[in-house]
């Protein structure tokens, strides 16, 4: 009878493991067309100064609308195109994008125009072809650089430290400016900042969740916020959902915010009635 039961579920995990492999591999097939089949949009959450609540920039971030699976959230998609190398042709089209929305924007009343900040997969990172990609997309579009920041991952920086202060180095002297992404989460942020020299660091929204009521977690943000400025480099805070978490990293001098309490990411037409312009 256990015998029975064992091999039963024995097949039963191994149907769900079919499972996983089918619906992953059916994914990757519908991602392939998506972009051409125009499932694929961009949308921008706004990034402020927190000093005085200026739009300074945007983070762009992509959406997939399947006709039948619905939307699928970027955290299952882009793991499905990094795995797949599908990232590699997807990257480049959303920065691409990117760089053509940003050039129709109008200036924020009494301010410098926005920069447009484009997050870059592990895979991306290693193809080799980042500079060249990034260098055609503001050829193509006109956009002046210093309006083009790029989000590298902790993750992708580890263990390629080398190919990512190379290519930090190729875009520095283009003039686009680079950030570490989901910063604190890797466990290992401090060593990195000596090897690959960014301009920015983002602090992950784990650490900004808790932190009107995580004393740790309000120390370790004020002790990164420190660190960044001992440096000389800029300070976001991504996921600040409620004013007082606002308040903390204000008066902490972290330079710029990111949340839903700010904005959510919106489509470029809507960015561009936020700024006051005519779409
Ligand atoms: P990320 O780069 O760290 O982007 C920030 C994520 O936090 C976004 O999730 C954004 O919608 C979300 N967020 C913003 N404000 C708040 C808030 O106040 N509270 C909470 N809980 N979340 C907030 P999203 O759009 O789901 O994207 C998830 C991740 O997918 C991104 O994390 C990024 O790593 C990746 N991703 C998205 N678009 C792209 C892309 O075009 N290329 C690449 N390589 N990765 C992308
Ligand atoms: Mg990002
Ligand atoms: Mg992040
Ligand atoms: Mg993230």
Redesign the pocket.
């Known amino acids: 009878q256990a015998k029975v039961a064992g091999k039963n579920c024995h097949r039963s995990y191994n149907r769900a493991m079919d499972h996983a492999v089918e619906r992953r591999v059916h994914m990757e097939h519908e991602l392939r067309g998506a972009w051409e089949r125009g499932e694929l949009r ?2 921008y ?1 706004p990034i402020y100064r927190t000093s005085d609540r200026q739009m300074v920039g945007v ?5 997939w609308q399947h006709p039948a699976l619905g939307a699928i ?3 299952v998609f ?1 793991e499905v195109a ?1 795995q797949s190398g599908l ?1 590699e042709v ?2 480049p089209k ?1 920065l691409r994008a990117a760089c053509l929305d940003a050039i129709q924007w109008p200036m924020p009343p009494g301010a410098v125009p926005l920069f447009v900040s ?4 592990p895979r ?1 990172l290693r193809s080799g072809e980042m500079a060249d990609t990034v260098a055609r997309c503001l050829r193509e579009s006109g956009l002046p650089p210093s309006r083009l920041h790029l ?1 590298l ?1 902790e993750t992708a920086v580890i263990g390629d430290e080398m190919l990512a202060a190379s290519l930090l180095d190729k875009l520095h002297r283009m003039g686009v400016k680079v950030w570490l ?2 910063f604190g989460t890797g466990f290992s942020g401090l060593s990195h900042l000596r090897q690959v020299p960014v301009d920015g660091v ?1 602090i ?2 784990s650490f900004v ?1 808790d932190l009107q009521r995580d004393p740790d977690d309000l120390a370790l943000t004020t002790a990164i916020i420190a660190m960044a400025h001992s440096l000389g480099i800029t300070v976001v805070a ?4 409620h004013e007082v978490q606002y308040q903390l990293l204000r008066d902490r001098k972290c330079d710029l915010g ?4 700010f904005s ?2 919106v489509s470029s037409m809507d960015l561009v009635r936020m700024l006051g312009g005519m779409a």
């Open positions: 961009l949308v959450q983070e762009v971030l992509l959406r959230p970027p955290s882009i990094e990232i997807i990257g959303v484009v997050n870059v997969s991306q989000e991952t992404d989901d983002k992950d929204k969740a991504e996921g600040i959902e990111q949340g839903y309490w959510r990411p």
